[in-house]
T-cell receptor
Framework: GAVVSQHPSWVICKSGTSVKIECRSL??????MFWYRQFPKQSLMLMAT?????????EQGVEKDKFLINHASLTLSTLTVTSAHPEDSSFYIC??????????FGEGSRLTVL | QKEVEQNSGPLSVPEGAIASLNCTYS??????FFWYRQYSGKSPELIMS????GDKEDGRFTAQLNKASQYVSLLIRDSQPSDSATYLC??????????FGGGTRVLVKP
């Protein structure tokens, strides 16, 4: 299957700082990428749809000023958690779609905010 | 209201048996359906996709889709301990956006 890479795989930060997570499609171009968040023992919740060259589309209840998404190229989308707080601690996962519609996921980034 | 429903389990099956997972969805506009496997602490891994009514087989996995009943299922034959994981059902409507079910935890006992 297609390869989607995320970095970093885990990060620990102090409350109030900002954290950037990168998502790259390594062997295909992705005009659309998706960002999910998963809390322990829960399913994936879509946060936003990242569109190359345009603004991201956020799901209801997701603060766009807190979770900044940039999709500057066809192979890279970034999620920045601004002024992180302990309740933002979660597993953040990106995904990208090939032309066939199948979504492939990155390895995930585990964020812990102290 | 959740749009994709799954039994949370755990579904416990003996090694070598068949594991049967079910999923229902509410959005009749959904056209594509996927089963992902997720090990604890890891990202989901695509194991099956199905787009038309009927069965689709891939190795030990068989996906079944019934759009009239808005029902998707996954059968795992000859279950192995390594199949122990959470299985996520997902439905895809326009725009590639996936909606996930809550996942079914499967435990395969040696």
């Amino acid at each position: 299957g297609a390869v989607v890479s995320q970095h970093p795989s885990w990060v620990i930060c102090k409350s109030g700082t900002s954290v950037k997570i990168e998502c790259r499609s390594l062997d295909f171009q992705a005009t659309t990428m998706f960002w999910y968040r998963q809390f322990p023992k829960q399913s994936l919740m879509l946060m936003a749809t990242s569109n190359e060259g345009s603004k991201a589309t956020y799901e209801q209840g997701v603060e766009k000023d807190k979770f900044l998404i940039n999709h500057a190229s066809l192979t890279l989308s970034t999620l920045t958690v601004t002024s992180a707080h302990p309740e933002d601690s979660s597993f953040y996962i990106c995904s990208a779609a090939q032309s066939g519609g199948e979504l492939f996921f990155g390895e995930g980034s585990r964020l812990t905010v102290l | 209201q959740k749009e994709v429903e799954q039994n949370s389990g755990p579904l416990s099956v003996p090694e070598g048996a068949i594991a049967s997972l079910n999923c229902t969805y509410s959005d009749r506009g959904s056209q594509s359906f996927f089963w992902y496997r997720q090990y604890s602490g890891k990202s989901p891994e695509l194991i099956m996709s199905i787009y038309s009514n009927g069965d689709k087989e891939d190795g030990r996995f068989t996906a079944q889709l019934n759009k009239a009943s808005q029902y998707v299922s996954l059968l795992i034959r000859d279950s192995q301990p390594s199949d122990s994981a959470t299985y996520l059902c997902a439905a895809q409507a326009a725009g590639n956006k996936l909606t996930f079910g809550g996942g079914t935890r499967v435990l395969v006992k040696p």
